[in-house]
Nanobody
Framework: QVQLVESGGGLVQAGGSLRLSCAAS????????MGWFRQAPGKEREFVGF????????YYADSVKGRFTISVDNDKNTVYLQMNSLRPEDTAVYHC???????????????WGQGTQVTVSS
């Protein structure tokens, strides 16, 4: 199993930047895919981006492409979501996820963090 803990959320003005962290622990997670999703109040959970823990196959939703970047620090067992040029519509609870396959649908991911709130003010 994999345990995931997100951190780094907060309040930022539009145009600003924020970096979210997802600390991973457990057994045999090196072969997992790592994903980021977000959910705004009253909205469905939506895909943000994913990558393999080992690297490669990075893919982002059109809404964040060119602004968000996923990276991994293997020494710290941590996945990051660097968010630049933030917009008010980026406001949501952000969750990291781990799974055995790359997919854009939340249902395809098995392990989830508790989420961290990101609020972008205009």
């Amino acid at each position: 199993q994999v345990q995931l803990v997100e951190s780094g959320g907060g309040l930022v003005q539009a145009g600003g930047s924020l970096r979210l962290s997802c600390a991973a622990s457990g057994r045999s997670f090196s072969n997992y895919a790592m994903g980021w999703f977000r959910q705004a109040p009253g909205k469905e959970r939506e895909f943000v981006g994913f990558m393999l823990w080992s690297g490669g196959s990075t893919y982002y939703a059109d809404s964040v492409k060119g602004r968000f970047t996923i990276s991994v620090d293997n020494d710290k067992n941590t996945v990051y979501l660097q968010m630049n040029s933030l917009r008010p519509e980026d406001t949501a609870v952000y969750h990291c996820a781990a799974g055995l396959r790359l997919a854009t649908t939340p249902e395809s991911w098995h392990y989830w963090g508790q989420g961290t709130q990101v609020t972008v003010s205009s």
